[in-house]
């Protein structure tokens, strides 16, 4: 994406937007400046910047139930409204049957959370994930802040691992971020000291994240902290997120002053505050994938205005929250579809339905243009601005799932993508070929290709062009049969497979270190290339058959300008995305000068070629 201009009446945010601009990291000091601004807009205009980098014009959301099992507590929080004592006249517990009726087909994510019950069993709990599982095996389960799971261990003299195994074994596929508050002694000691502190906080999340159960991350803000406190929380944030990559989204809670023990009547926080905790949250956490604007404790028209300044979430439907409502939020405890579509669309981006771990599932918007977020697709991208199309990053095997049930009009499919939907796919002279090496497409081994042979191989999940090319290479090629097997989503080590096919920024990442456990590398596009030499056409540009003359007209112009605009200027596109991926300009540079950006005959006979070898693999493998 193209650099906006912007005027800066705050001079200090100048430096910081050179930093944002070149993916520089922001320090301490940019944040505590960035919450001190009154340049609004600007700082809203940055935070979209990067919020448009790595989501495009994509809003998601989910069709969602907050389930809150109990809130008879063993704790009295001072800023809870929620937890009561066994004999409170609010005092309630949900059965597990009264859970199910809170579920029905359509929801797609569940968010379990409560307070402490004082006599529930661990076995309890565990049966009420297993429950839901059994009876919704579609629904996705988020369950149980940190400050449950440390309830879990220290009542039930269980480890972390052990409490987290066991509910990721009745079905739990993600931590909700609750729990976090501010990451300060002062406040832990003030406001909860029984509760857990940051330090338990984070590395509960930390043991999640090995375990390869992703989470999420808070902050409740617009209480007593102060901006360092908030700065120093977002810093330990990012800082867990550098060692693991395990935060899916963070999410700004704002205070809800109800009747708690603390500034009971106060006000609640400024539109201001939460959109500038927002654009800072966005500023700040350069390595979360995503920023979320609860509307829940924020109110509608603000989590609306926030999906211009750095949130690229709204949450979801939500479907009866209490714990907030408790507290004094006059939002509705939950929300139509309509009225999500309605607030996403009202801020111009594409609403889409996603699942818990962030694959779409559906896009509520026309003429929605595919983005492979990867490197050697930005030249397609950098100039791509039309008022036509909408632009919708997605990892290549999803390009496939959404253009056949016709929620993509065009986009960079994977080849074997095409191939499999080419009778309901215009191709377009476009396409993503190597020369020779292409450097990311990439198997690391301890291995020779002839000793793969019944070695287990882990592949990523997000190509299936590229693990057919290793396919057809051991096969076809070198005669090989290796077993071949999808890595979870989370790894935090290699060291049990013979050979990991990776893909994308993350194989040029890991090109240096090697994953930290290989001795070789063998670039999938180089062995292609010796073997047949052609090029190989890992993705190629179309359109739906269906398009109407004006849209592909107005698609092939986008195209044209924008590849133009690309191809002549590497250099440009570099400084950014160099860093980002913590390699030299040179060698971002060299990486996207081995590709072809137009198919041409070599490109096409490349193609031929390939679905020739997927018949002999096809006959081989019979
Ligand atoms: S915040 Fe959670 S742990 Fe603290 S009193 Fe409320 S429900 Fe209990």
């Known amino acids: 994406m193209e650099k906006p201009l912007i005027r800066f009446r705050d001079k200090r945010l100048q430096l910081i937007w050179e930093k944002v601009s070149t993916a520089e990291r922001l320090t301490f000091d940019d944040g505590h400046t960035l919450f001190q601004t009154n340049d609004f807009y600007a700082l809203g205009k940055m935070a979209r910047y990067v919020q448009m980098v790595k989501n495009g ?10 389930i809150e099992p109990t809130n008879i507590c063993v704790l009295t929080c001072k800023f809870c409204n929620f937890g009561v004592t066994k004999y409170h006249p609010r005092a309630y517990e949900l059965t597990i049957d009264a859970i199910l009726k809170m579920l029905n087909e359509q929801v797609r994510e569940v968010h379990i959370t409560g307070a402490l019950h004082p006599e529930w069993s661990f076995e309890h709990y565990v049966h009420i994930i297993r429950a839901i599982r059994e009876h919704f095996p579609r629904i996705g389960i988020k369950a149980f802040t940190a400050v449950e799971i440390w309830y879990f261990h220290k009542k039930f003299n269980l480890s972390i691992e052990e409490v987290l195994k066991r509910l990721q074994e009745a079905g739990v596929q993600a931590l909700p971020g609750g729990g976090a508050e501010v990451f300060s002694e002062r406040i832990h000691n003030e406001l909860f000291p029984q509760k857990l502190g940051a330090k338990e906080w984070l590395s509960i999340h930390r043991t999640a994240h090995l375990q390869g ?5 808070t902050i409740l803000y617009g209480h007593i902290e102060t901006i360092e406190e908030r700065v120093n929380h977002l810093l330990q944030i990012r800082s867990l997120q550098d060692e693991t990559g395990g935060f899916l989204s963070f999410i700004p809670l704002a205070f809800q002053p109800g009747t708690t ?14 959109l500038k905790m927002i654009a800072v949250s966005r500023l700040l956490l350069d390595n979360v994938p995503h920023i979320k604007a609860y509307w829940v404790m924020s109110t509608e028209e603000v989590a609306s205005a926030a999906l211009n300044y750095g949130a690229d979430d709204l949450e979801g439907t939500v479907g009866g929250e209490r714990i907030a409502h408790d507290a004094g939020a006059r939002t509705p405890t939950k929300l139509s579809i309509n009225r999500i579509l309605s607030l996403i669309r009202d801020a111009g981006k594409i609403p889409v339905e996603r699942d818990i771990m962030y694959n779409p599932i559906a896009i509520h918007s026309p003429n929605v243009i595919g983005k492979i977020p990867y490197l050697n697709s930005v030249p397609f991208f950098t100039k791509f601005t039309s008022s036509s199309f909408k632009l919708l990053p997605l990892i290549p095997k999803q390009m496939g799932i959404l253009a056949e049930k016709k929620q993509l009009l065009a986009g960079l499919f994977p080849l074997i993508e095409y191939l ?65 097997e999808r890595l979870p989503p989370m790894m935090s080590s290699y060291t049990h497979y013979d050979a990991v096919l990776l893909i994308g920024d993350q194989a040029l990442k890991h090109k240096k270190d090697a994953l930290g456990y290989f001795e070789l590398i063998f670039d999938l596009a180089h062995e292609w290339y010796e073997w047949k030499r052609l090029p190989f056409v890992f993705a190629l540009w179309a359109i739906q058959a269906s398009a109407t003359e004006e849209e592909k007209s107005a698609l092939l112009n986008t195209l044209n300008e924008s590849i133009d605009y690309g191809e002549r200027n590497f250099a440009k596109l570099c400084g950014y995305h160099a860093k980002q991926l913590k390699i030299s300009e040179i060698e971002c540079i060299e990486y996207l000068e081995g590709f072809n950006f137009r198919m041409g005959q070599r490109e096409l006979a490349s193609i031929q070629e390939f679905e020739r070898c997927i018949s002999e693999l096809i006959t081989i493998e019979h």
């Not at 014009?57 to 907050?66: G, I, M, P, R, T």
């Not at 159960?213 to 991350?217: D, R």
């Not at 020779?436 to 019944?454: A, H, I, P």
């Open 57 to 66: 014009d994509a809003v998601y959301f989910s069709l969602n139930q907050k």
């Open 213 to 217: 159960l992703p989470s999420n991350a």
């Open 261 to 274: 023990k603390i500034k009971p009547y106060a006000y609640p926080t400024s539109a201001l505050d939460d």
């Open 420 to 484: 499999r939907l080419k009778s309901m796919l215009l191709p377009l002279p476009y396409c993503l070929s190597s020369r020779d090496q292409v450097k990311s497409v990439l198997l690391f081994s301890n291995e020779g290709w002839k000793q793969l042979e019944g070695k287990k191989i882990g592949v990523t999940d997000a190509t299936v062009t590229s693990v057919m090319l290793l396919k057809v290479l051991l096969r076809v090629k070198y005669n090989v049969n290796a077993h071949i």
